[in-house]
């Protein structure tokens, strides 16, 4: 942006028919000073930058709008509470473009959805949130009573009675730890020198062993689950065995006589199954058994010769 420009943008830009009678340069070019911001002015509203203050759904498509979004929202003033003004602001949702209104509320420091939303009410476990149990305004009410305030007064000193000793306990124990701060810082040093040497030894490990990630400490767990685990040691020594029978066995051997009854009893019954089936004629014979018919039948003629 060139200076010229810039100084326009700020609004520090004189031109030449400006004068000093003819007042600001607000006036000079007839706008407001907030430019925008005050296109309502004329209607005692005032266009701002509001945040939302808690987690709200919306009451045009009820999605949860979060703490903290920002809306460009209509300030404008509806009432007074004694001498502080009650402030409104009337927005539009970015999820579906409803109007959500929103007072200041000075009597409780709090702010009320009028219309176009519905507070999300979020409670929290007191003992989960590590925070104190405020008393509730019927308790506020009765502290005014002399009598309830003293049995409440007598409530919390046998509370502070039963807790003392803890209380000391813990007191003891902070100072002891907080009286030699260069002892504390000492020790606190020397552990983490043992921890740095620690994983620098189970990296070292993990190299040697040729892994690319460290290595955790071995464990009670871990020796249980590997002693638990069981491998068929069997299979592998049957396997081992068949293949070593087989790489020592020579591709050329003969069957052996046994080995030769079962083939020749095996094509005597494939030849008196096809045998019955061409008969019956449910079967087409085949190439194969073309040409053993055709040697059945020139041994016979041999024969008969």
């Not at 000079?28 to 430019?35: S, W």
């Not at 409803?98 to 999300?120: F, M, W």
Request: charged share 30%; hydrophobic share 35%.
């Amino acid at each position: 942006m060139s200076s010229l420009a810039a100084a326009r943008a700020d609004n520090f830009y004189y031109p030449p028919e400006w004068s000093p009678k003819k007042g600001s340069l607000n006036k000079f070019h007839g706008q407001h000073a907030l430019r925008e911001r005050a296109r309502k002015i004329d209607q005692g509203i005032l266009i701002i930058r509001f945040e939302m203050p808690f987690n709200i759904w919306c009451g045009g498509c009820n999605s949860m709008i979060a703490k903290g979004v920002r809306f460009n929202a209509e300030k404008k003033q509806v009432g007074n509470y004694y001498s502080t003004k009650i402030w409104s602001f009337s927005m539009k949702s970015a999820c579906c473009k409803h109007e959500i209104v929103i007072h200041t509320d000075p009597k409780n420091c709090e702010y009320l959805i009028i219309s176009g939303a519905q507070r999300k009410n979020e409670d929290f476990d007191v003992e989960d949130a590590e925070t104190f149990a405020l008393p509730a305004d019927e308790e506020r009410g009765k502290l005014s009573d002399p009598f309830y305030r003293l049995e409440h007064q007598e409530e919390d000193l046998q509370k502070k009675k039963e807790a003392e000793p803890w209380l000391v306990r813990l007191q003891k124990v902070s100072d002891s730890r907080r009286s030699d701060d260069y002892g504390l810082n000492r020790a606190l040093r020397d552990r983490l020198r043992g921890q740095k040497k620690k994983i620098v030894e189970e990296e070292r490990v993990a190299r040697k062993m040729g892994l690319g990630i460290r290595l955790l400490p071995p464990s009670q767990e871990d020796a249980e689950s590997a002693a638990a685990a069981r491998f068929s040691s069997k299979f592998e020594r049957n396997r081992k065995d068949r293949r070593a029978a087989i790489k020592a066995s020579s591709i050329f051997d003969l069957p052996s006589a046994s080995r030769a009854q079962d083939l020749q009893s095996k094509r005597r019954k494939i030849n008196a199954t096809t045998a019955s089936a061409l008969l019956a004629g449910r079967v087409k014979p085949s190439s194969w058994a073309q040409k053993q018919e055709s040697v059945i039948a020139s041994a016979l003629v041999r024969a008969r010769r």
